[in-house]
């Protein structure tokens, strides 16, 4: 090892041993260009994590008031997912990607989930197959490709090939890109974080998105463009988001050129006044939001006092509440009321009801104002 490799491990291993533990690690593709890690455990453990808590809880139970409790595979679905406690069998998320050409991808997850719980969710159903001395389920559908458990709790999720070469790896020093593993220190220790290098291709994106039919076809095909466009500008970016006890966000994008960075900026300036005016008057907290432009960098903070954070969740809890009161449930089958009707007979062909202060209620022609 030469003494450049040997500087760079002292310098960057920590913080990569502090965004993900080192057998997760060892299972990325050496040639990742992006990588994102969501800590479950410190999240739940978070205020934000106990709303997402309670938001999901209440979302079956509108589920159920809805009428869809009365459908046997609804009732099936939502007593197999209320099985699983996910804040605590998905201890932590890691995903790595190479967005080039070919395309690969791997979610890593440190789980106590067993084969078994995951085939009665009804999205691994084939056959049960052993790769590399590895348990493995696969799905009817290729797409979703399959799901690999290794023996010191880590479960696999990707497509064939490259589940079998994160197995292979597991017996070997592998190391990330470094300038990749440069870009995941600074947010490492973040509950969430996420990093990439460019350059940044997909070439899918435009096929997906630019096959689509219909009246949505334009606004696809436009869409596609623009976050083709932006990716090319990019050079790597990395953000991370601490939850608990404040919540804080902080980013870094590069691009390739000084004016590039210049219009992020004066599109974040706008973005940031129109948002300071607003949270003034709602007194949001908005106003911790920070950016600076240095060079071809953009750097971003936003900053929330753990007593504001809490009392923005408090009143979405009372809002939503205050919306499942007011909404009437509707049973399986039940046909909702119509809107109350005047009383008056359809207006006859070419004209419309119109309702006027002077003159009462009136028939106008549709070609006249």
């Known amino acids: 090892m030469t003494f450049r490799c040997k500087l760079f491990a002292l310098m960057v291993l920590p913080g990569l041993a502090a965004a993900a533990d080192r057998e997760m690690l060892k299972l990325v593709m050496p040639d990742a260009n992006f990588m994102m890690e969501l800590n479950v455990s410190k999240i739940m453990a978070s205020p934000v994590g106990a709303a997402m808590e309670d938001a999901f809880q209440q979302g079956i139970a509108a589920q159920l008031k809805g009428g869809l409790a009365d459908k046997p595979e609804v009732r099936e679905q939502i007593a197999l997912l209320k099985q699983i406690d996910w804040g605590r069998q998905v ?5 790595a990607a190479r967005t080039g050409q070919p395309p690969s991808a791997l979610v890593i997850v440190r789980s106590s989930l067993r084969p078994e719980q995951l085939e009665s969710l009804g999205k691994f159903t084939g056959k049960r197959a052993d790769l590399e001395g590895v348990p493995v389920l696969a799905s009817d559908n290729p797409a979703n490709g399959v799901v690999a458990f290794l023996d010191n709790s880590i479960v696999l999720l990707g497509q064939p090939a490259d589940v079998k070469a994160a ?8 190391a990330l890109p470094e300038a990749l593993a440069a870009r995941v220190t600074p947010y ?22 630019g096959s689509a039919a219909g009246a949505n076809a334009a606004k696809a095909q436009a869409m596609a463009g623009q976050v083709s466009q932006f990716l090319a500008k990019l050079t790597g970016f990395n953000a991370g988001v601490r939850f608990s006890p404040d919540l804080d966000v902080a980013a870094d994008i590069d691009v390739r050129t000084e004016k590039d960075a210049a219009a992020i900026a004066q599109t974040l300036q706008l973005f940031s006044g129109t948002m300071q005016v607003q949270a003034r008057r709602a007194a949001s907290g908005f106003e911790g939001f920070q950016y ?26 009372a809002a939503q509440a205050q919306a499942a009161r007011s909404k009437p449930a509707v049973s399986a089958g039940q046909v909702p009321a119509a809107a109350p009707s005047s009383g008056l007979p359809p207006p006859p062909a070419g004209t419309i009801r119109a309702q006027s202060s002077a003159m009462g209620t009136v028939l106008i022609p549709t070609g006249q104002k």
């Open 91 to 95: 201890a932590d998320i890691l995903i």
């Open 167 to 174: 197995i292979e790896r597991r017996s070997k020093e592998t």
């Open 188 to 209: 490492g220790d973040y509950d969430f974080w996420l990093a990439g290098k460019g350059p940044f291709r997909i070439p899918q994106m435009d096929a997906r998105m």
């Open 292 to 317: 600076q432009q240095n060079g071809r960098r953009i750097h971003l903070t936003f900053h929330l006092p753990e007593a504001q954070l809490r009392a923005g969740l408090q009143q979405i809890r």
